[in-house]
């Protein structure tokens, strides 16, 4: 049980277009889902903390109006990377909550290329 | 602010003697632990967690933490590791605050088993 999906699993987009990154929970309702990003050998950092149905929270340095989340029921959470540049390049991975918000389940990661 | 520190990029173990991958953290009040696996080009593995109760704890493939407070400390061992061990090995926080958080992730160590 406790899985978390991503789609698509890579992506390469050229420069000024936008990508929509999808995250499921399959087997669980997802009360809270986490946006993270990880650079080549860097660790991961949040991005963002997304409730069904209400706004997300976006951590510090994080510009909201480039990455457009929205998790729109207990199940789907999307990132839409807008107008995606060379340096937004990176790894992205999803996580869920279920009704325990103790443990995290994590998606596979998407591999964003803009070229 | 909470924080992760994993002094160590790489540790470099023989084939069945035992391992350690440290970490320590710093959060307000008590702290949610959690140790997580990475392979190549993968999401995150969860390994084991510690909310509260017995400093040690036992997790997926052989792995164990113990939860020092005093030393703020959670220390990743297994008594024998094996080649399949190596990957990348993440530390992550987050407060006992009500809701869910986003982890902070400590940089990563590389643990490397030789045959």
């Known amino acids: 049980g406790a899985v978390v999906s991503q789609h698509p699993s890579w992506v390469i987009c050229k420069s000024g277009t936008s990508v929509k990154i999808e995250c499921r929970s399959l087997d669980f309702q997802a009360t809270t889902m986490f946006w993270y990003r990880q650079f080549p050998k860097q660790s991961l950092m949040l991005m963002a903390t997304?409730?069904?149905?209400?706004?997300?929270?976006?951590e510090q340095g994080v510009e909201k109006d480039k990455f457009l989340i929205n998790h729109a029921s207990l199940t789907l959470s999307t990132l839409t990377v807008t107008s995606a540049h060379p340096e937004d390049s990176s790894f992205y991975i999803c996580s869920a909550t279920g009704s325990s918000s103790y443990e995290q389940y994590f998606g596979p990661g998407t591999r964003l290329t803009v070229t | 602010a909470q924080s992760v520190a994993q002094p160590e990029d790489q540790v470099n173990v023989a084939e069945g003697n035992p391992l350690t991958v440290k970490c320590t953290y710093s959060v307000s009040g008590n702290p949610y632990l959690f140790w997580y696996v990475q392979y190549p080009n993968r999401g995150l593995q969860f390994l084991l967690k510690y909310i509260t109760g017995d400093n040690l704890v036992k997790g997926s493939y052989g792995f164990e933490a113990e939860f020092n407070k005093s030393q703020t400390s959670f220390h990743l061992k297994k008594p024998s590791a094996l080649v399949s061990d190596s990957a990348l090995y993440f530390c992550a926080v987050r407060g006992s605050g009500g809701g869910a958080d986003g982890l902070t992730f400590g940089k990563g160590t590389h643990l490397i088993i030789q045959p």
């Open positions: 997304s409730n069904e149905g209400s706004k997300a929270t976006y």
